[in-house]
């Protein structure tokens, strides 16, 4: 490459758009849950969430609240995934997670207020662009590694409605950076490169919305929106200069000029636009059943690298059921929650040049949570432990691959994600 | 002579950000109605960033939201410079943490949340040699998430502590061959946290308020390196590094006096501007010239504000709000080697606010403005010769508040 640099008078070589693939998932919380209570129900609490978990669940739980509470916890999932049974090494995601809620009145209204977010260790995003036709896990990995901001209003206007409205907030990058100078290939300690860098680290928002309404006779419903959003990230590089042999300072050294310059255009993140639909069942005072179905309007990905017919995804519906059990002692009590949910795939097979790789997703959870009260003068309210465990299994799914002579070829992918997960909540009712 | 001076005007970039709004204007619309004091009697959101300590007299729950931007008119040898405008959202939170007992009206806490319409951090890091505003106008083109706890210890002494947080950015670009001979390439970038902390104390005696606040070094960087050495360029990966955003460590005295309506606080800001010595790094290190210093020194801003209050009924009222302050330039005159331009600032605000309480809710609205003046200066041109800047920067905000 050298010698042909060094051949040619001008050489302008364009990389265009590069990659741009795969994005998926916009955050965690959509794949593992926010918090030990929704994660241990599967998701299913979108008609009764009553904690800070409501900005992401549905924000008009936060109408449940009698008093301030703050939340603070920390989630961690580990997957393991695998191609032919081999270990793609995809990255953890693991993170702090937190917020606060303060309820209150306007003109006798009930109302509140909440902040919510989840901090992943790795950053607030990552956004790799690995070339388009190299075969990747289409929705964990580093897409995970997003952080998630939000907040909601929610005001009460009868007593059996609560409605509310919020956003969440995303951060992505656009810009360019630029190099140029003499280069000496001779004598490179003589080189004199300056470079410029010319960047913005963008948000992107989207709205969330909520209602939740109580029917009666210990039934709860419910109905969450959350829009869709893409986050493209964009960076240029140009580097462009002269190739010296000779001192790069000796105006008499030979010089060949060159010029590279880089278009990587990625889609960052993409979360498609949810509807939830809730329902929860106070059967007794011990006894609490949930269900949830969540439609995710898949079919609006669009790959900037592929074709719209080459990789057109479904929209999936994903059933989710918990289960919990609180048992009264004195004046504390202790809660044991289990949940399942079945994520279908919106990926379709993946027969031609492009190589998503997931499957369909059974998740099954357990948690467990104790709630202190009334502590002492100082502590009026509770004091809540929370923690839960999570195992997700990937069906294996074949992919095989119409052209035999494809570079990728034929495999198996299958794998499991383990997720856990600790809060502690104070609440001042 | 005019034209190659508008021409080199026109050149002139908006550049880096380099400390964000809330330093540059102050944080909320009292504080920054009053000469960006307040570390002696904030007791809303904007205390996270004046003095976490004053969020100790939260009462009740207050949301804040609200809106703010700035235009600036800079000049630079006597032509106008491109600048982009700025704005922002805000939102505010403070709610007093209702323990019981001992601690029953003791801890506050405050999140505040400003929002810039377009980014979260602007970067523009130009060649050191290129004209360009160093403090301004991309500084306000900065996200501010700031969270803070305070603590009423008793006898007048609160203390607070809390965090302001930004992004910066570290990327990889590898440029290479691939099997066919033709050039290929891998990008990898990740988004950052970067935070720094704020701590304050407060004492009061009768009318008599002192406050010292303390803000920590925040910085955001950008490095992207790029590595070229795939498509024969002989050199090591490139730097392509700067920094987007520089708050320089702070300390806040201030004194106040309040009685009945009226307010009046005195301030003075250190800042320890000499530990941002380089915006930018070599582009290849030993393979390219050293970027020169910044060569910023230390400054002392001097601050004034004063508050009225008039009640019109016992559930309606208005407050009149004035100040000043006085920041200097922390920055030499440019050279045609190093180009970094800043001026002295001094700056007039004002602001009005009016509150009512409809039933048990208590609404407010504060209106806000500020007037800088970057008092002309002169030093050397890219070219050698003598050159002169300057201009005005105007603020302007809205909030409404509900205590709920």
Known sequence: MRAMSLRCNVIAVVLGALAGASGARANPLDMYGFGPRGASLAGAVGADVADTSAVYYNPAGLGRLRGLRVDLGYQYAAPTLRTDRRDNGVEATRGILGGIAAPGRVFGVPMAIGIAFHIPDAGLSQSPAPAASQPRWALYGARLQRAYVATALTIAPVRWLRLAAGFALTVGTAGGVAAEGRVSTTHPATSALSHTLDADLTAARYAQLGAQADLGRGVSVGVTYRDAFVMEVGVDASLRGQLVEGPAEDPRSPATPFAYALRARTMAAFQPRQVAMSAAWQINPRWRAGIDLTWSQWSRYEDPSAPRAALRLYDTLTPRFGLSYDAPLGRHAVALRAGYFWDPTPVPAQTGATTLIDSNRHGFSVGVGAVLRRLGAALPGSLSVDAFAALHLLRPRATRKLDPTDPVGDFIASGHVLATGVNLSVGFE | ?404
């Open chain 2, 1 to 404: 002579m005019r034209r190659p001076a508008l021409l080199l005007a026109t050149l002139l970039l908006p550049q880096a950000a380099y400390a964000s709004p809330q330093d540059l204007f102050g944080y909320g619309p009292r504080a920054a109605a009053m000469g960006a004091t307040g570390a002696t009697f904030l007791d809303d959101y904007a205390a996270v960033h004046a003095n976490p300590a004053a969020l100790s007299r939260a009462r009740g729950r207050r949301l804040t939201l609200g809106y703010v931007g700035a235009a600036f008119r800079l000049r630079y040898d006597g032509a106008p410079v491109s600048a982009e405008n700025g704005s922002a959202m805000i939102l505010g939170v403070t709610a007093e943490l209702p323990f019981g007992g001992a601690l029953r009206h003791r801890l506050g806490v405050g999140v505040g949340l400003v929002l810039p319409t377009d980014v979260v951090v602007r970067a523009r890091v130009r060649r050191p040699e290129t004209p360009q505003f160093l403090l301004l106008p991309d500084r306000v083109q900065s996200i501010a998430v700031q969270l803070g706890l305070g603590a009423d210890l008793g006898h007048g002494l609160r203390v607070g502590v809390g965090a302001t947080a930004l992004a910066g950015l570290r990327g990889a670009v590898v440029l290479r061959a691939d099997e066919t001979g033709q050039p290929a390439a891998g990008f990898d970038e990740r988004v950052v946290a970067t935070w720094a902390p704020i701590a304050g104390i407060s004492w009061e005696r009768g009318p008599w308020r002192v406050a010292l606040a303390y803000r920590g070094e925040l910085v955001a960087r950008l490095d992207v390196t790029v590595d070229a050495r795939g498509l024969g360029v002989p050199v090591a990966p490139l730097n392509l590094s700067g920094v987007a955003q520089y708050d320089p460590h702070q300390l806040q005295l201030e004194g106040a006096w309040a009685r009945g309506p009226w307010t009046v606080a005195l301030a003075l800001t250190g800042k320890r501007w000499s530990d941002f010595q380089r915006v930018r790094e070599a582009t290849v290190e030993g393979a390219s010239p050293r970027p020169p210093l910044t060569e910023l020194h230390d400054t002392v801003v001097v601050r004034a504000g004063v508050e009225r209050r008039w009640d019109l009924t016992d559930r309606t009222g208005v407050t009149a709000r004035a100040g000043a302050f006085f920041e200097p330039s922390p920055a030499p005159p440019p050279t045609a080697s190093r180009g970094y331009l800043d001026n002295d600032r001094l700056a007039i605000t004002a602001g009005l606010a009016m509150h009512a309480v409809v039933g048990s809710t208590r609404f407010s609205a504060d209106l806000y403005g500020q007037l800088h003046a970057l008092l002309p200066r002169e030093g050397e041109g890219s070219n050698g010769r003598a050159v002169t800047y300057g201009g005005t920067v105007g603020v302007a905000g809205m909030t409404a508040s509900v205590d709920f």
